[in-house]
């Protein structure tokens, strides 16, 4: 397996874990509902914000899911990740708080990097 390839499937089971467990928690976790609710966000955006992640890390998993569908995962990662370090930094909560979202964006963008490298790769062949 060349380094490619190692760093793309790397980066993208460390993002897919860390939604997965996300999405677990988010489900079952009372932490989950204090911690969205002191965020401002209602109840239900929790359960929507969980059934996201579990199917968004399905998707970027998966190597036979079609490459439309795992761009509008990692386009949809991009955006959560983004509006959580907003959301996290108007609350005035730790600064780990504030910067696990931009350290999940830049693996992510590591994960994207090189699948758009390799999926490059595959249609030159």
């Known amino acids: 397996m060349n380094t490619d390839k190692i760093i793309y499937w790397g980066s993208t089971a460390i993002i ?3 939604m997965l467990f996300g999405a677990y928690s988010y489900y079952t976790s009372p932490l989950a509902v204090t911690g969205i609710a002191r965020l401002g ?3 239900y955006f929790r359960i929507e914000l969980a059934t ?3 199917l968004g890390a399905i998707a ?3 190597p036979w899911t079609p ?3 795992k761009e509008y995962a990692y386009a949809g990662f991009s955006i959560m990740f983004i509006s959580a370090f907003i ?3 108007s ?3 730790t ?3 504030i910067v696990s979202p931009i350290i999940a964006f830049i693996i992510l963008a590591v994960s994207y990097r090189y699948y758009t490298k390799l999926e490059k790769s595959r249609q030159i062949k």
């Open 16 to 18: 897919s874990i860390l």
């Open 41 to 43: 966000f209602p109840d």
């Open 52 to 54: 996201a992640k579990l």
């Open 60 to 62: 970027l998993i998966l």
């Open 67 to 69: 490459s439309k569908i």
């Open 87 to 89: 959301a996290h930094l």
């Open 91 to 93: 609350s005035g909560v």
């Open 95 to 97: 600064i780990e708080e």
